[in-house]
């Protein structure tokens, strides 16, 4: 019986891959093109990239959204580990599902409801718009993904390590925060990086409940990126993959070697 | 031991109340402003939509609000092809894509589920770091890629394949493009995850009794994927309804989809309430592949117990 994937199965991956990477790279090359002309190539330059750093409205966007990507990564972490805790150890109790989908749910929610109904209730308790509701948003929509993140480390993990330090006297917190989370640590993290990168790259949300001077990176690129293409825009797209690509990267190893960690005790 | 009894109900409470008070906060109650809003009227006023709570009215005052609302909003919404052809576009351009995934996403998974087991951890990052990283700026490489003096044409009249560029931007073709690309990990990967816990045992059966390959693929592989196929149909097929950002980009004018148009009549005609009734309704239509998926994870982990 054959078991590998065969050539129907490598012409499936290549041209599959293809079509996910050449796109980026694409961009990335020509980022590098000294013509206005975006399509056509002009030589190789790097003053789009020297362009990015006296460009302050580019500036101010880009440390907007890392502020807000930073509190309500935070944020979606504490409440996502919370949930996926609660949602792994507490048994069947009541409202197990109504809390499960009202964190799941914004996961696959489209962007366009989540954000006006956000929208409606800043509106209605009068809270201005800004930074904050920005964050408040964000974190509502990525706590999701970061409780299916720990969720999954929680599930895989042996128990009797907590039952046995529970046996040995710790109370169930303490042997949660003693034991369980140093082992699902690197889960955290993974999570708070991902709710991190969705925060950064969130367009719809962010346009509804920003307001005057709470402009955020997508939403300036979009602006742009209305217009036609660009090659700023190439350019601040280049950096921008290659910061979450190193994000991910580091989680990746970070994970993989918590789980060579814990196979090896 | 059980562990869900070592709780007590003070840790219990711990872990809970921060996540239930901020999702109840946040996640519940602007739903109840949204149903509530969608039975307003739209006015000149700020904030645009009337009756409005005076404050200290008290019960009257809340009487009086709630016997200002009426279903307007939705009549003029489910009689008005306007935003009929919207949603009905929004349902066809999702439906179309999520058979167009399929089609694409699966020898993709059937493949990555069949390398060797040392070559899958990097086919699967292969597949998930594209998806961390901007989906904006994917969908934007697009434009430089379709545009009729674009990438693709060049590439195709360089080839001697076209005689001129091919209008390809701003049409619904640029759109399938786009969603394709950009939820294609979501199809990809449930289908992969059935089809690596699969069993080899069932197949070198099929074949020890004279089955052939296509043909056990066909009665053994594809019918017990079908878990993961239904999660990524759905999984794609949901926030495809409400896709924005992609038909603005790549569709152009031409093709509204209800996300645009819910975004039109927000930004555009400041009208909250007609937004709200659209966003109401979209909920309830969405709600049933919702609610199949969620039964579909129920099921799923009761047979992995």
Redesign the interface.
Known sequence: ??????W???L??TL??A???A??L??IL?SFNDSRL??VWGGFTTRWYQGLASNEALMSAAWNSLRVGVASAT?AT???A??A??LA???K?R?RGA?A???F??V??????TA???L??F??IDLDRGALTIT??H??FT?GFVAAIVGARLSLFD?SL??AA?DLGA???FAIALVTLPLIAPAILAGWM?AF?LS??D??IAS?VSGPGSTTL?MR??SQ??L??SPD??A??SV??AV??VA??TA?VAL?RAGEGERAA | MSAPHAFGRAARFAVLSPPVVFLALFFLAPFLFVARISLSQSTRAQPPYAPQYEQGSGLEGLRAVLEGLNFENYATILSDDLYLSAFLTALRIAATSTFLLLLIAYPIAYAMARARPALRPLLLALMIVPFWTSFLIRIYAWIGILKPEGLLNQALLALGLIDAPLEILNTEIAIYIGIVYAYLPFMVLPIYAVLVAQSHDLLEAAADLGCPPWKSFWLVTVPLSAPGVAAGCLLVFIPCVGEFVIPDLLGGSETLMIGRQLWSEFFGNRDWPTASAIAVILVIILLIPFLILRRLEARGEEALK
């Open positions: 019986m054959k078991r590998g994937m065969g129907n199965g490598v499936a991956l599959g891959f079509f996910i990477y796109p980026i694409l961009l020509f975006v399509t944020i504490v409440m996502g919370l949930i805790l609660a150890r507490f048994g109790f409202g809390l989908a009202m964190a749910a914004p696959v929610m489209p962007e366009v409801i006006l109904s956000l409606l209730l509106v209605a408040i948003a974190a509502t706590t128990r907590e039952e529970m109370s169930p917190l991902l990168t950064l790259d367009l719809v509804f997508p690129i979009y990126a209305r036609g293409v825009i190439n601040v797209g921008l993959i979450v690509t991910v990267l990746t993989k």
